[in-house]
């Protein structure tokens, strides 16, 4: 485990289950489990070693939802014996902690959370900074307000050493503002299920998606 992930697992807002330069690569991509969303995604999936970000009318909107097939994935992935791939999904300032038998019942694997308490913003932009640097995270998910282009730049650069997950969850407000994310998704939760407006996606315009849980 690297130096950096090492002194985050130190800091006191940490806790960890028991148990051990240019955008991505379009072919470098994560399926994400819904059928419409990969057919609109470049690569078909979630880009790896990039930026996203979820855009939230509240949290709670789906967004879980969304990334549970491919966070089991990687858990899985992440649960191998050393040397193939056994690396944390980390989750960074969330608003309410996890419970462990829901994640377990959706296939992602307790033990593999590592979770971190921020409350500061620039706690926050620590935290993700190392934890995408450090290679030592199949995924990052991270809850973030408010963040100046220097700071998501660094986060994006960050991003870009490893084959890692990195998703930035923040406000619906933040959707006008400019950001160097690869791909930004607004959410918006329907009767049926959950809206998604592609804002912004390598090599294609907006576009909005119906239903993406759906058939």
């Given at each position: 485990?690297?130096?950096?992930?090492?002194?985050?697992?130190?800091?006191?807002?940490?806790?960890?289950?028991?148990?051990?330069?240019?955008?991505?690569?379009?072919?470098?991509?994560?399926?994400?489990?819904?059928?419409?969303?990969?057919?609109?995604?470049?690569?078909?999936?979630?880009p790896?070693?990039?930026?996203?970000?979820?855009?939230?009318?509240?949290?709670?909107?789906?967004?879980?939802?969304?990334?549970?097939?491919?966070l089991?994935?990687?858990?899985?992935?992440?649960?191998e014996?050393?040397?193939?791939?056994?690396?944390?999904?980390?989750?960074i300032?969330?608003?309410?902690?996890?419970y462990?038998?829901?994640?377990?019942?959706?296939?992602?694997?307790?033990?593999?959370?590592?979770?971190?308490?921020?409350?500061?913003?620039?706690?926050?932009?620590?935290?993700?900074?190392?934890?995408?640097?450090?290679?030592?995270?199949?995924?990052?998910?991270?809850?973030?307000?408010?963040?100046?282009?220097r700071?998501?730049?660094?986060?994006?650069?960050?991003?870009?050493?490893?084959?890692?997950?990195?998703?930035?969850?923040?406000?619906?407000?933040?959707?006008?503002?400019?950001?160097?994310?690869?791909?930004?998704?607004?959410?918006?939760?329907?009767?049926?299920?959950?809206?998604?407006?592609?804002?912004k996606?390598?090599?294609?315009?907006?576009a909005?998606?119906?239903?993406?849980?759906?058939?």
């Amino acid at each position: 485990m690297s130096g950096s992930i090492e002194a985050l697992l130190q800091g006191a807002g940490v806790w960890r289950a028991r148990g051990e330069a240019a955008d991505a690569d379009p072919q470098d991509c994560l399926a994400t489990g819904w059928p419409k969303l990969d057919a609109a995604l470049p690569g078909r999936g979630w880009p790896l070693g990039t930026l996203i970000e979820l855009l939230l009318p509240e949290t709670g909107a789906g967004e879980l939802s969304l990334l549970r097939p491919a966070l089991a994935a990687l858990a899985a992935l992440a649960a191998e014996p050393a040397g193939h791939g056994r690396r944390w999904l980390a989750w960074i300032a969330p608003p309410h902690a996890p419970y462990p038998p829901a994640l377990a019942q959706s296939g992602i694997r307790p033990d593999r959370l590592l979770l971190v308490s921020a409350e500061k913003t620039a706690d926050r932009l620590w935290a993700i900074e190392q934890a995408l640097r450090s290679g030592s995270c199949a995924a990052v998910l991270a809850w973030l307000d408010a963040a100046d282009d220097r700071w998501l730049r660094r986060l994006k650069l960050a991003a870009e050493t490893g084959r890692t997950l990195a998703v930035l969850l923040r406000p619906a407000r933040r959707r006008a503002s400019a950001s160097p994310a690869s791909l930004r998704l607004a959410l918006e939760p329907t009767p049926g299920g959950l809206d998604l407006w592609v804002l912004k996606s390598r090599g294609r315009g907006p576009a909005r998606l119906r239903d993406v849980f759906g058939p």
